[in-house]
């Protein structure tokens, strides 16, 4: 009597039906359009998925499974490439999503003022504020960009928001209530 083996599939495989199932991205709950597989948070393109070509069975890939999440474009961009940024721009945009009730649209706009200050910060040095406090007073008032100054501003004031619900959340969560607007 034979024992039956296991039916085994290239992973390739595996992730192209993975791909398909996903509808909405794992991060923000958008409707995926353009989907973006990541590894333990790290984005495998198409062209390295379709080398995936070892056979594994369907436990091994249940397990494996658990590394892999489909994320929207804007969320891919953010969760790989944006880990050195002044600010933290990924916990940022979770606290917009989670904690606020901003449309996609205008938490975006947030996110890519906050990524551009940031990265205009880092190209002139300035050190990282190093409290809360000092986010929304004059230290970092003199170096933000000349142009759309107070949407760089507003920004920051939302950033602000988002490290004092991380320190206290009480508190944090009644500001949101009252400037829930983008401007
Ligand atoms: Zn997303």
Redesign the pocket.
């Known amino acids: 009597m034979t024992v039956q083996q296991p039916k085994r599939r290239p992973l390739s495989r595996y992730l192209k039906d993975f791909k398909h199932t996903q509808t909405?991205?794992?991060?923000?709950?958008?409707l995926?359009d353009r989907i973006t597989l990541t590894r333990d948070g790290e984005i495998v393109n198409k062209a390295t998925i379709a080398q995936l070509d070892t056979p594994i069975d369907e436990a091994t890939w249940l397990t494996e499974q658990q590394e892999w999440m489909a994320?929207?474009?804007?969320?891919?961009d953010?969760h790989c490439k944006e880990q050195g940024n002044y600010f933290d721009i990924i916990g940022f945009k979770q606290f917009l999503f989670e904690q606020t009730d901003m449309s996609h649209g205008t938490i975006r706009e947030y996110v890519v003022r906050l990524r551009r200050l940031g990265n205009h910060l880092v190209a002139q040095n300035i050190p990282r504020p190093d409290s809360l406090e000092a986010l929304l007073d004059d230290s970092l008032e003199a170096w933000l960009p000349a142009t759309s100054t107070n949407n760089y501003r507003i920004a920051l004031r939302k950033y602000w928001q988002f490290q004092t619900q991380i320190a206290n959340p009480v508190i944090a969560q009644q500001e949101n209530k009252a400037t829930s607007d983008i401007y």
């Open positions: 909405h991205c794992a991060h923000c709950g958008k995926l994320l929207c474009r804007f969320c891919g953010l």
